[in-house]
């Protein structure tokens, strides 16, 4: 079975740093992309950062560009997504998801509808 398990959430002030950890298992890592995704009460799921786990390529939605770093481990199978400088509106759950990277272009990474396999959400509060 397919298996994504995020965490590393937490609480933090502005300003400051958190790093998110996305475990994978029951699929060969490196057919993959995994992305990060993060939902606000209301809002709509927003693509936050993407890997392709063949070539290492990344990718960063302008609200997170030059503050977070994706990067991923093929020995652990695991995902990590860098957060710094921290804003309130950084606030939400952040949830990863994987998809065959030949599905994954760079004009549907943040579609949700293109990743086969979530994980549960971690939720990162950043306090002023």
């Known amino acids: 079975d397919v298996q994504l398990q995020a965490s590393g959430g937490g609480l933090v002030q502005t300003g400051g740093s958190l790093r998110l950890s996305c475990a994978a298992s029951?699929?060969?890592?490196?057919?993959?992309?995994i992305a990060w995704f993060r939902q606000a009460p209301g809002k709509e799921r927003e693509g936050v950062s993407c890997?392709?786990?063949?070539?290492?390529?990344?990718y960063y939605a302008d609200s997170v560009k030059g503050r977070f770093t994706i990067s991923s481990d093929n020995a652990k199978n695991t995902v990590y997504l860098e957060m710094n400088s921290l804003k309130s509106e950084d606030t939400t759950v952040y949830f990863c998801?994987?998809?065959?990277?030949?599905?994954?272009?760079?004009?549907?990474?943040?579609?949700?509808?293109?990743?086969?396999?979530w994980g549960q959400g971690t939720l990162v509060t950043v306090s002023s």
């Open positions: 998801a994987a998809a065959r990277r030949l599905q994954v272009t760079i004009a549907t990474m943040f579609h949700r509808n293109v990743y086969d396999y």
């Open positions: 029951g699929f060969t890592f490196a057919d993959y992309a």
């Open positions: 890997i392709n786990l063949s070539d290492g390529s990344t």
